[in-house]
């Protein structure tokens, strides 16, 4: 079983990464046009492909926020318990390997978004966000080779090859997609399984909010129990005539 304190600190850390990729979505929100036709400046240019560019890393942002958002509900529901039970470790690990391949994707997206920001003016407030996004994204992906690593006993350093760029690398956008398609199906049975567990209360986590939607279950909004009657009284105690 993983150190319970290594996984706080770990759902820490990816709370703060949530909460930084979040905002800086809304930081790179297209600026308005000005009023007015004119010619286009080079500064124009720049910012024209910065704009064609950033949305495709805004799917990888998106992509990290869901597979975070599940790795918190796995390390959460893993905490909660007196003694995780085998299928909730199952989840937290599966949780934490689909965190690590999206991960591993979205630094090259960060790197991206700092070569497109530069062509758009005052973005000084993107720029630190995309620095305090790739270093809690490798203190992230640190922490959670280490623990893997120490639960089947091999060495963490071995696992710096997975940095390492793989001929299939130069296969193209064919293999980038069949990978996508491969983690939205992880993610989404990840996420159904964790629902289906008895204790899944879907309560809000850290980083959640309305506005960016709720994988967070189907859990009750007012916190009621299935032990309460349809009308909200409590259950009849059989001792009492």
Do not use: C, Y
């Amino acid at each position: 079983m993983a150190d319970d304190s290594s996984d706080e600190d770990l759902a820490r850390l990816v709370a703060d990464l949530v909460r930084t990729l979040r905002e800086l979505e809304d930081e790179l929100e297209p600026p308005r046009p000005d009023d007015g036709p004119r010619l286009p400046t080079p500064r124009d240019l720049r910012r024209f492909t910065s704009e064609v560019a950033i949305p495709g890393f805004i799917l990888v942002l998106e992509t990290n926020i869901r597979a975070l958002r599940l790795l918190q509900r796995a390390l959460r529901l893993a905490d909660g318990a007196e003694t995780a039970s085998r299928e909730t470790e199952q989840l937290r690990d599966r949780a934490k390997s689909a965190s690590e391949s999206t991960l591993s994707r979205l630094d090259d997206a960060l790197v991206g978004l700092q070569d497109a920001v530069e062509g758009r003016p005052n973005d000084d407030e993107a720029a630190e966000l995309l620095d305090d996004a790739r270093e809690l994204r490798a203190e992230i992906q640190r922490r959670i080779r280490e623990s893997t690593s120490s639960e089947d006993g091999t060495d963490s350093d071995t696992t710096d090859a997975a940095d390492e760029p793989s001929p299939l690398d130069d296969e193209g956008d064919d293999t980038d997609d069949a990978v996508s398609v491969d983690v939205d199906a992880e993610l989404e049975s990840i996420k159904r399984d964790l629902d289906e567990l008895p204790d899944a209360d879907g309560a809000p986590i850290d980083g959640e909010g309305d506005d960016h939607g709720n994988d967070g279950g189907d859990g009750s909004e007012d916190g009621s129990s299935a032990d309460s009657s349809p009308d909200g009284d409590p259950p009849d105690d059989p001792d009492r005539e």
